[in-house]
């Protein structure tokens, strides 16, 4: 399992991948 800092972590970079493609 994840620890919270692990999500966190994976959220953001799914994030930061998202407004790449939307850019």
Do not use: D, E
């Not at 800092?5 to 991948?17: A, K």
């Amino acid at each position: 399992m994840c620890t919270l800092s692990c999500s966190f972590f994976f959220l953001v970079l799914l994030l930061r991948n998202i407004k790449v493609i939307i850019n």
